[in-house]
T-cell receptor, first 112, second 110 residues
Framework: DTGVSQDPRHKITKRGQNVTFRCDPISEHNRLYWYRQTLGQGPEFLTYFQNEAQLEKSRLLSDRFSAERPKGSFSTLEIQRTEQGDSAMYLC??????????FGPGTRLTVT | GEDVEQSLFLSVREGDSSVINCTYTDSSSTYLYWYKQEPGAGLQLLTYIFSNMDMKQDQRLTVLLNKKDKHLSLRIADTQTGDSAIYFCAETTGNTPLVFGKGTRLSVIA
């Protein structure tokens, strides 16, 4: 399968713990996006990369969130000191230099 | 800021056509998309249309764009039970992240 992959698919953590998610984009796609989706809502943009450069961050991305794409291929999203409000589906999408964005299956985070 | 609105629910009988509507506010939107999301899954790109087009057809899917009214619709012909899902409308200028609506839950009754 050459689509976007995300790991883990599910994560349950206790409040205050740190978590890290990984996204592997479609090969050769130079743009990579992170979105967050809560129940009953559409995905909301968090941040995006063009190759290894982080070009834009949403106001939703508090200082507890950090994302990297060190070699311009896979990306990680870390949440420090998790809060119950961080519970959501975290979606990654990749795009060639163009219009289409292809999404991965998401990582569902539950903070207890 | 940009906003995308969709009705929340639609119920149709198997074999009928479904029409899902969307309105958006950003007049500089260049690309408009329809994504499908099944329970517990990510988003599947169904189709997209450039703002200089009025219509795009792809097998059972027809997208209509009224740029003047900022209205986008997705018609699914011969709707099947496998089409039951949440459908999201989204827009971008091409250099900006996607802005999504809240999604329309389509229920297909056998």
């Amino acid at each position: 399968d050459t689509g976007v992959s995300q790991d883990p698919r599910h994560k349950i953590t206790k409040r205050g713990q740190n978590v890290t998610f990984r996204c592997d984009p479609i090969s050769e796609h130079n743009r990579l996006y992170w979105y967050r989706q809560t129940l009953g809502q559409g995905p909301e943009f968090l941040t995006y990369f063009q190759n290894e450069a982080q070009l834009e961050k949403s106001r939703l991305l508090s200082d507890r969130f950090s994302a990297e794409r060190p070699k311009g291929s896979f990306s990680t999203l870390e949440i420090q000191r998790t809060e119950q409000g961080d519970s959501a589906m975290y979606l990654c999408a990749s795009s060639p230099q163009g219009a289409e964005q292809y999404f991965g299956p998401g990582t569902r985070l539950t903070v207890t | 800021g940009e906003d995308v609105e969709q009705s929340l629910f639609l119920s149709v009988r198997e074999g009928d056509s479904s029409v899902i509507n969307c309105t958006y506010t950003d007049s500089s939107s260049t690309y408009l998309y329809w994504y499908k999301q099944e329970p517990g899954a990510g988003l599947q790109l169904l189709t997209y249309i450039f703002s200089n087009m009025d219509m795009k057809q792809d097998q059972r899917l027809t997208v209509l764009l009224n740029k003047k009214d900022k209205h986008l619709s997705l018609r699914i012909a011969d709707t099947q039970t496998g089409d039951s899902a949440i459908y999201f409308c989204a827009e971008t200028t091409g250099n900006t992240p996607l802005v999504f609506g809240k999604g329309t839950r389509l229920s297909v009754i056998a």
